[in-house]
């Protein structure tokens, strides 16, 4: 099993930058794709960013491409969020999660175990 916890979150002006953090619990962390989701209040879970189970390979949505960075440290059994350029609409909360394949997926269904999140606000 994999126990994830999210730190890093908190109130930043719109502009500005945050990074995310997910420490992840095992020995198995490098087994493991991770991705970065997301819940805005009232609205659904989506997907964020995801990053293979090496780091070799990313993949972002949309909206935060080229303003997000996702990386991973297997020695540290970390993931990073580096939110850059924040908007008022990124407000949510962060959930990082573990899915125990090599490739990044996009899909919630596709990853098995899940942070508590963390909060993050952008004020405008």
């Known amino acids: 099993q994999v126990q994830l916890v999210e730190s890093g979150g908190g109130l930043v002006q719109a502009g500005g930058s945050l990074r995310l953090s997910c420490a992840a619990s095992g020995r198995t962390f490098s087994s493991y794709a991770m991705g970065w989701f997301r819940r805005a209040p009232g609205k659904e879970r989506e997907f964020v960013a995801a990053i293979s189970w090496i780091g070799n390979r990313s993949y972002y949505a949309d909206s935060v491409k080229g303003r997000f960075t996702i990386s991973r440290d297997n020695a540290k059994n970390t993931m990073y969020l580096q939110m850059n350029s924040l908007k008022p609409e990124d407000t949510a909360v962060y959930y990082c999660?573990?899915?125990?394949?090599?490739?990044?997926?996009?899909?919630?269904?596709?990853?098995?175990?899940w942070g508590q999140g963390t909060q993050v606000t952008v004020s405008s």
């Open positions: 999660a573990a899915s125990p394949s090599s490739y990044y997926h996009t899909q919630a269904m596709s990853y098995n175990y």
